[in-house]
């Protein structure tokens, strides 16, 4: 039982370093009857990180609001952290596209997708340099490591920007949010096989799978595409999670620079209150520029 413990003890000290590298504000570790605890807080929300240790072995088990920001964010990060891979996941490839997307819950602003190649060389230069989760990461952290991906992996990199006023149009036309990124995420891995060979892809699933395979094209279909839950965890869709966000942010400063309009992000009662003044100043057919028109958000006003 000691052993155990012992390790219960090595896995708690692991989370405790990571997490206070991101930030969090993390208690000194609580050793109870059968676990230990952490207590973690980011100034806003917070929650409890308990390492149970038995007969059986070591359990992490993480306590809060499932819903909050900061439980998405830890569950995340402890899931990356996981040496053991899920249920047909696989090992990191050594030379593959990988693709994620930004904006996707955000009313306000565009749909981006990104993709990135990486080999055994870039991957290990991308790691280096901090790239995960763009979830985990803030803005600022985003910004600075965008320019440094590109010089990494040269011209290895695909991004398409779904503006509102395109959004909206496809939305009217496909009537699903998961077809529009099934299409999308077909269109990065096309334009990135258009100059490279590559034999595998890497996607975070979001809905049914023929979504991006129905899409793609005669090169595209020739490639073996995975999908995956939290895929983020390989480096290639981290890379393009942190492209993509990257280059969302960059539009809601473009509206701040060229239109003076400032923008909330996600889907909130800020967002609400800044729709209200928006449709008052501009009218409701502005929306349509700047917003994704189908949220139930549209129809709050």
Same mark, same amino acid.
């Given at each position: 039982?000691?052993?155990?413990?012992?390790?219960?003890?090595?896995?708690?000290?692991?989370?405790?370093?990571?997490?206070?590298?991101?930030?969090?504000?993390?208690?000194?570790?609580?050793?109870?009857?059968?676990?230990?605890?952490?207590?973690?807080?980011?100034?806003?929300?917070?929650?409890?990180?308990?390492? @149970?240790?038995?007969?059986?072995?070591?359990?992490?088990?993480?306590?809060?609001?499932?819903?909050?920001?900061?439980?998405?964010?830890?569950?995340?990060?402890?899931?990356?952290?996981?040496?053991?891979?899920?249920?047909?996941?696989?090992?990191?490839?050594?030379? @593959?596209?990988?693709?994620?997307?930004?904006?996707?819950?955000?009313?306000?602003?565009?749909?981006?997708?990104?993709?990135?190649?990486?080999?055994?060389?870039?991957?290990?230069?991308?790691?280096?340099?901090?790239?995960?989760?763009?979830?985990?990461?803030?803005? &600022?952290?985003?910004?600075?490591?965008?320019?440094?991906?590109?010089?990494?992996?040269?011209?290895?990199?695909?991004?398409?920007?779904?503006?509102? #006023?395109?959004?909206?149009?496809?939305?009217?036309?496909?009537?699903? &949010?998961?077809?529009?990124?099934?299409?999308?995420? =077909?269109?990065?891995?096309?334009?990135?096989? #258009?100059?490279?060979?590559?034999?595998?892809?890497?996607?975070?699933?979001?809905?049914?799978?023929?979504?991006?395979?129905?899409?793609?094209?005669?090169?595209?279909?020739?490639?073996?595409?995975?999908?995956?839950?939290?895929?983020?965890?390989?480096?290639? &869709?981290?890379? =393009?999670?942190?492209? #993509?966000?990257?280059?969302?942010?960059?539009?809601?400063?473009?509206? #701040?620079?060229?239109?003076?309009?400032?923008?909330?992000?996600?889907?909130?009662?800020?967002?609400?209150?800044?729709?209200?003044?928006?449709?008052?100043?501009?009218?409701?057919?502005?929306?349509?520029?700047?917003?994704?028109?189908?949220?139930?958000?549209?129809?709050?006003?």
């Amino acid at each position: 039982m000691y052993i155990i413990q012992e390790s219960a003890r090595k896995i708690v000290e692991s989370y405790t370093a990571k997490l206070k590298d991101l930030s969090f504000i993390v208690s000194a570790p609580e050793l109870n009857d059968y676990n230990y605890e952490l207590r973690v807080n980011n100034g806003k929300e917070k929650l409890k990180i308990l390492v @149970y240790f038995g007969k059986k072995g070591n359990k992490t088990v993480i306590q809060g609001n499932k819903d909050s920001q900061i439980y998405s964010e830890i569950n995340n990060l402890l899931s990356d952290n996981k040496s053991v891979y899920q249920k047909n996941e696989i090992p990191e490839p050594s030379c @593959y596209i990988g693709t994620d997307e930004s904006g996707k819950g955000d009313y306000f602003g565009p749909l981006v997708v990104a993709g990135v190649i990486v080999d055994e060389s870039t991957s290990a230069q991308l790691k280096k340099i901090g790239v995960k989760d763009s979830k985990l990461l803030s803005d &600022v952290i985003i910004k600075k490591l965008s320019p440094e991906i590109k010089r990494i992996i040269g011209n290895k990199f695909n991004i398409i920007v779904i503006t509102p #006023a395109t959004y909206n149009n496809l939305h009217a036309k496909m009537k699903n &949010v998961n077809r529009i990124l099934g299409w999308s995420h =077909a269109k990065v891995i096309e334009n990135l096989l #258009a100059n490279d060979n590559v034999n595998d892809a890497i996607s975070d699933k979001f809905g049914d799978e023929k979504l991006i395979r129905n899409s793609l094209q005669e090169k595209g279909k020739q490639i073996n595409l995975m999908q995956f839950t939290k895929a983020e965890k390989y480096t290639a &869709v981290a890379a =393009a999670s942190i492209l #993509a966000r990257n280059r969302f942010n960059e539009w809601f400063d473009e509206q #701040a620079a060229k239109n003076n309009l400032i923008l909330p992000k996600g889907a909130s009662k800020i967002v609400d209150l800044r729709l209200k003044e928006i449709k008052n100043q501009f009218g409701m057919e502005y929306l349509n520029e700047i917003a994704k028109v189908h949220f139930k958000t549209t129809n709050k006003i």
